[in-house]
């Protein structure tokens, strides 16, 4: 890997990118719906973003965020999630200047749309937009400009994947995304998921492309695998979804 990371108390990292830069990352968990919110600083600019933030969780967000002296620029969502309500809408309020960010094909509301090549920009780093649908249309991978790291939301879990049973997903969809555009990358790139329910935290590249039991089958079984799952149906989906359509929260009237 062109960087190295350093895990210490509190799931804190630092990451250098390739040109030896120090980048902030923080990862921290809502336990509910073991979601995993990702924020990530530039040290220099002090310019942040916040990936998958959860509606729960944002005071404690922007507390963290204020309290590290850091200016959070964009809560970006990976895509539109079933099992929790989005914090971007409500970080738009505690943080004045930082804008909600979704891809374009999700069809949810938000203060800037991406599509698959965009960059996030903050201080001297980038993230850049993978589109990578099958868990829903609109699903995106952020990866940091060196390829050092991968915010895969729900397309790649540890030793799993999103399910492809409802909000238009597709299970040939979902395994080209990930074979055509994380599999891609180098090995030692660090995945960190949107979800994770045993208790990691981060997994890489090689680590799945060898060992996921789902995804190192042939795309024929994975389609089977994926129809035969029977899970139960999220219990906030009916409240999340239309939720995050509307950036998390409705607009405050003007």
């Given at each position: 890997m062109a960087?190295?990371?350093?895990?210490?108390?509190?799931?804190?990292?630092?990451?250098?990118?390739?040109?030896?830069?120090?980048?902030?990352?923080?990862?921290?968990?809502?336990?509910?719906?073991?979601?995993?919110?990702?924020?990530?600083?530039?040290?220099?600019?002090?310019?942040?973003?916040?990936?998958?933030?959860?509606?729960?969780?944002?005071?404690?967000?922007?507390?963290?965020?204020?309290?590290l002296g850091l200016q959070l620029l964009y809560a970006v969502n990976t895509h539109c999630h079933a099992d929790h309500i989005t914090g971007s809408g409500l970080l738009r309020s505690l943080l004045p200047g930082c804008q909600s960010v979704i891809s374009r094909l999700s069809g949810a509301q938000a203060d800037m749309h991406i599509e698959d090549g965009d960059p996030i920009r903050f201080g001297r780093f980038a993230l850049?937009?993978?589109?990578?649908?099958?868990?829903?249309?609109?699903?995106?991978?952020?990866?940091?400009?060196?390829?050092?790291?991968?915010f895969t939301g729900d397309t790649l879990l540890i030793r799993g994947c999103g399910r492809t049973d409802f909000q238009q997903g597709c299970a040939k969809t979902l395994y080209h995304s990930v074979h055509e555009k994380i599999f891609t990358?180098?090995?030692?790139?660090?995945?960190y998921p949107a979800h994770d329910y045993h208790g990691l935290t981060v997994s890489t590249v090689e680590e799945e492309r060898t060992l996921n039991p789902r995804l190192t089958l042939s795309c024929e079984e994975f389609v089977k695998v994926m129809s035969k799952l029977n899970l139960p149906k999220p219990q906030q989906i009916d409240f999340a979804v239309p939720a995050n359509m509307r950036c998390g929260i409705q607009t405050p009237p003007s």
């Open positions: 960087g190295s990371a350093l895990r210490v108390a509190g799931r804190q990292l630092s990451q250098y990118s390739e040109s030896g830069a120090p980048i902030l990352l923080r990862q921290m968990f809502e336990p509910k719906s073991c979601t995993y919110t990702y924020l990530l600083g530039d040290r220099e600019s002090r310019e942040a973003v916040l990936i998958d933030p959860v509606l729960e969780t944002a005071h404690r967000d922007a507390q963290l965020v204020k309290e850049e937009t993978r589109a990578s649908p099958g868990h829903t249309p609109g699903c995106v991978t952020f990866v940091l400009d060196d390829h050092s790291m991968a990358l180098p090995g030692d790139c660090l995945i």
